[in-house]
Nanobody
Framework: QIRLVESGGGLVQPGDSLRVSCAAS????????VAWFRQTPGKGREFVAA??????YYADSVKGRFTMTRNNAESTAALQLNSLRSEDAAVYYC???????????????????WGQGTQVAVSS
């Protein structure tokens, strides 16, 4: 079972940038589709971005502002958050799955492995 640990969250102002990272261990990272989700209090986990078979997928709300990358050699993934807005504030989670299909990539239920999350706060 792969283990995931997020880092890099923090408090920023609207318009600022932030980079959150996900470090994996315990299994062969390259075999996994990796995704980022976010969650605010009282709401379910919202898809943000994913990389599957070298292809990137983004939620419409972050397209053009967020960029996801991964480094299989280092077993890491990262999410660069630019032009942050107040509505981007959330706990950001890294998730991984060996079996998720493309049509289900935005479904949090398709991911068996999750990190503990990292808080991103956006406030002036």
């Amino acid at each position: 079972q792969i283990r995931l640990v997020e880092s890099g969250g923090g408090l920023v102002q609207p318009g600022d940038s932030l980079r959150v990272s996900c470090a994996a261990s315990g299994d062969t990272f390259r075999r996994y589709t990796v995704a980022w989700f976010r969650q605010t209090p009282g709401k379910g986990r919202e898809f943000v971005a994913a990389i599957k078979m070298g292809n990137n997928y983004y939620a419409d709300s972050v397209k053009g502002r967020f960029t996801m990358t991964r480094n299989n050699a280092e077993s890491t993934a990262a999410l660069q958050l630019n032009s942050l807005r107040s509505e981007d504030a959330a706990v950001y989670y890294c998730a991984a799955s060996q079996t998720v299909i493309t049509s289900n990539i935005r479904n949090p239920g398709a991911y068996a492995s999750w990190g503990q999350g990292t808080q991103v706060a956006v406030s002036s």
